[in-house]
């Protein structure tokens, strides 16, 4: 069965998610957005666009009737009237936000819906959360699991090591909101740069800390199963301490839209970047204390004729594995549904999910 999917957000994210449906002959794919050069830049890819303000909430009810499903690629402050104008058109809904208030809306909205709603979709939260449920489904009793996840350059020339990969709303979200966690037990919230931690892998050091969002519903789901569940973002070392300077010292947690404005004109975007997602878990097998680790690490690709970002890649695979899941009757199509709802080996198996595969390390180990 083909679906038509509309797309809300013309940005990279949005371009890179057209790009991929386009390609498939089980979709066709319209994006909407209010700006016109953006959607010109679709036109010329061979993507219909159509010219929507998401802001203006009759306007957008309107125009996604007739889609089976809405993809919101638009801003987290968005979220909430993109998802009601989806239940409003009749259409399932998927976002990538990592914003818990409007996640929570979004749950709100799936009350009784005839329709699903699954936001949470892109890579973190969204595939680390499908990764992490299966790793804890491997173990009788899991005592810890740790989630880490990085969208770094591959060629760091700055001071804070880093350059602007994807959303900055969602960056500063990241680092300055309450991040959510079980510690002893119990769910919690934490405070972000928090809970430092130095790792390794193929010969290049990172450092891990508390940020916001990337858990999803993992730590509700999780609760009473596990002792501790944590989420951290990768960085390279030096990073952190120079977002404490920020935001704490001089006060920029207070005004983010100085912050914002600082890291656009600052940091410049790149292309040439990783993605690296390292997944730890610790518990019982058979009465045995064991530890098990998913690592997935991902670069740019060509992908029709075009180079695209690692965070551009599997964060629109991570939305369309779960998409195309659910068009295939895999998962639940009506009410609030999960990312650890979702089999990792279904979800690898998909058209889009597949482009995880060639980050699998764990795999690519096993086969050594």
Known sequence: ?????????????????????????????????????????????????KQIDAKDEASLADGLQGFDAVISAAPFFLTPAIAKAARQAGAHYFDLTEDVAATKAVRDLAQGSKTAFMPQCGLAPGFVGIAGAALAAEFDE??????????????????LKYNLTWSTDGLINEYCNPCDAIVNGER???????????????????ECFNTSGGLGTLPETLEGKARSVSYRSIRYPGHRDILKLLLNDLGLERRRDLLKEIFESALPRTDQDVVLVYCTAK?????????????????????????????????????????????????????????????????????FGRLYRAGDVTAQNKAA
């Open 142 to 159: 899991l005592d810890t699991l740790h989630m880490r996840v990085g969208a770094l350059p591959l060629y760091p020339t700055n001071a």
């Open 283 to 351: 518990g019982r097998i058979d009465g045995q204390l064991r530890e098990k680790s998913l690592i997935n690490k991902s670069f740019s690709r060509l992908i029709d004729g075009q180079v695209w970002s690692a965070i551009q890649v599997t964060t629109a695979a991570g939305v369309l594995g779960v998409v195309d899941l659910m068009r295939t009757g895999i998962l639940p199509s009506n009410g609030f549904v999960r990312q650890e709802q979702v089999k990792l080996s279904d979800f690898l198996n998909t058209e």
């Open 188 to 206: 919690v919230k934490t405070a972000p740069l928090e809970d430092y931690e130095i790792l390794g892998h193929d010969g290049v050091e990172y």
């Open 1 to 49: 069965m083909q679906w038509n999917i509309c797309i809300v957000g013309a940005g990279k994210i949005g371009q890179m998610i057209a790009t991929l449906l386009k390609t498939s002959p089980n979709y066709t794919v319209t994006v909407a957005d209010h700006d016109l050069a953006a959607l010109a830049v679709l036109n010329r890819m061979g993507v219909a666009t």
